[in-house]
């Protein structure tokens, strides 16, 4: 099964895009925009300052799932192997992804089976958590081995409740992430049978 979904021929999404990017060009101007460590987060429940594109994006996806609208600004080297989740530690079962800013062919998303070692839920501190760090932990004799990967070069859904790494290898790449649900509400495989 693929760990993504390529989007660029959906007119909703594909103009959603051309909004997020003159969203994300005045970022520091938007009321509703938090500035966050690994980016922002925006406010998408205030129903007054809410941009008509997130209006549109709650009515394309389920409107009952937990959803989340961040913008990543990802430095070199990028991220390692992850999953999506919250502070808490629910994890987000995918991501409808947007390239924002400094994205090119060489950035490259990679998803992964984990065949060896464990993963945990830790607790964070409130220095962890203002640092963006996560609570999903893999053990030090941790193996992977690589299932699938792809270049966000549009509208993409991806899977990211399986270990993912991304890559920035020049500049800091930047891009708008809309989350799908939590495992606790939706599986990737409702995902594929909703938008594919």
């Known amino acids: 099964?693929?760990?993504?979904?390529?989007?660029?021929?959906?007119?909703?999404?594909?103009?959603?895009?051309?909004?997020?990017?003159?969203?994300?060009?005045?970022i520091d101007e938007q009321e509703i925009a938090k500035k966050v460590p690994h980016g922002y987060s925006i406010n998408i429940d205030d129903e007054i300052k809410t941009p008509d594109f997130i209006k549109t994006l709650k009515k394309y996806f389920n409107a009952d799932a937990l959803h989340a609208l961040r913008f990543f600004e990802i430095k070199n080297p990028g991220w390692g192997k992850h999953l999506d989740s919250s502070l808490t530690g629910d994890v987000y079962t995918g991501s409808c992804i947007w390239p924002i800013?400094?994205?090119?062919?060489?950035?490259?998303?990679?998803?992964?089976e984990h065949t060896k070692g464990k993963v945990e839920c830790i607790e964070l501190n409130h220095s962890q958590k203002n640092s963006g760090g996560l609570p999903w932990k893999y053990s030090d004799d941790s193996v992977f081995t690589l299932i699938d990967s792809t270049i966000i070069d549009g509208p993409t859904i991806i899977r990211t409740?399986?270990?993912?790494?991304?890559?920035?290898?020049?500049?800091?790449?930047?891009?708008?992430?809309w989350k799908l649900g939590s495992t606790k509400n939706i599986s990737w495989n409702e995902i594929c049978d909703l938008y594919q």
């Open 161 to 177: 409740d399986i270990p993912h790494e991304v890559n920035s290898p020049d500049k800091t790449r930047v891009i708008a992430s």
């Open 1 to 26: 099964m693929t760990s993504f979904i390529k989007k660029s021929d959906d007119k909703i999404l594909t103009e959603v895009w051309k909004a997020l990017i003159e969203f994300y060009d005045c």
């Open 101 to 112: 800013k400094n994205c090119s062919s060489e950035n490259i998303t990679k998803w992964y």
